[in-house]
C-alpha cells in the first residue's frame, strides 16, 4: 500500500537505484532515453526528467551533452577513490616531457590531487603494464599520451574498463580510433603547414619532409606539408618523402648519413624535420658531408625544445606549447572528475624563426 502513494517519479527512481545496487547497471553504462523510460513506466517526460536530475544530484547518474546519462559510481564510492591522477607518457626524463609533466603537477598539486607516472616508451607492451598498474590503484582520473597512436592499440579494452569505472581518460597529443576520446592536442595540420610555408615563402621549391608513421602526429605534420605545396602549386615527388618508426632512427639516421637521407641532401635546398630529436641527427649528417646550414639546405623542426638552440646553428621551429599544454590537461580532467563531462581543445601553434633558414638561392640540379 505505501508503494501505491509513492509519487511517480519516486518509483522511477527507485528502480534505477536498485538495477545499479543489483550490478544488473554498472558504472559507466547508458542508462535507458527518456522516451523509453516514459513508455515503459507510462509517466510523462517531464516526470522522467525529474527522478533523473535528483538521481544526478545525488550521484547515482550523471550526463553528458549530446550522449546521454548514465551510471556514476555509488554515493560513498566516491569518497574511498583516492585524490590520485594517473599521467602516462611516451616519455618522462628529456625532450618535452618534463614541462609537460611540471605543467600538469602545478595545477593539480594546487587542487590537492597527486600525481603517478607511467612511460611506455612508445611501446604497446610496457603501455599495458602502465594501465594495468593504474587500474590496481584507485585512480580519479587519467592523462594519457597514446602509445603508437597512428596504429590499431590492443589495450583498448583496458580503457573501457577504466572508463567503465567512471574513471575520466584525458588524451594529449592525440587519440585511438576505436575510442571516443576527451582531449588536448596542438593543431599539427597547422604546424605542418606553417613550417612548409615558412620555406615555400623564402622560394624553396624543392622541400623534403622526415615524418614519423607510427604516431599520429607525424602523419597531421605530413597533411599539413602537403596542403603548403598544394595551395603553392608545387609538387612533391614520393622520394622527397622520408618516414621512420620508433625503432628505425638510428638505421634512418645513421653517422654519415642512411642512402635515402643523403638523396634527400643532394635533391632538396630545405627539409622539414618530424621533431629536433631528429632534426639534430640530420645536422650532424650535413656537417659530415661537408655542407652548411642554412647556405646549402635549410632546416625546419617541431617542438621548440632545448635541442633547438642546443647548437651553434639554432633551428627555425614550430614551438609546441609544453608546459601551457600541461596546464590545460590539468585543469581539463580537475573539471572531468568533478562534472563528468568530455573535454575537447585544440591549441594552436606557433613559428619561431632563428638561423637554420634562409632565403633559396640558385636550385640545386637533380
Known sequence: MADMEKPKYQKLKDYIIETIRTRELQPGDKIYSENVLADKFRISRHTVRHAISELVSEGWLYTVQGKGTFVDVKPGEEANRTKTVGVITTYLNDYIFP???????????????????????????????????????NIAGLIVEPTKSALPNPNINLYRELSSRGVPVLFIHGCYKDLDCSYIVVDDVQAGYMATAHLIGLGHSRIGGIFKIDDIQGHLRFKGFQKAHMEAGLEFPDPRILWFDTGESDEKFQKGGSKKLLWLLSECTAIVCYNEQVAVKVMDVIRENRLNIPDDISLVSFDDSQLAVASEIKLTT?????????????????????KRRSFYMKMQPELVIRGSTKRAGTAKMG
Not at 587542487?111 to 590503484?137: F, W
Not at 614550430?318 to 580532467?333: C, D, M, Q, S
Open 99 to 137: 614541462a609537460i609533466i611540471r605543467g600538469i603537477d602545478g595545477v593539480l598539486a594546487k587542487a590537492g590531487y597527486n600525481i603517478m607516472l607511467g612511460c611506455t616508451y612508445n611501446q604497446h607492451e610496457q603501455e599495458r603494464l602502465c594501465l594495468e598498474n593504474l587500474n590496481n590503484q
Open 318 to 338: 614550430v614551438a609546441h606549447p609544453k608546459e601551457r599544454l600541461g596546464e590545460e590537461a590539468g585543469k581539463a580532467i580537475i573539471d572531468m572528475i568533478a
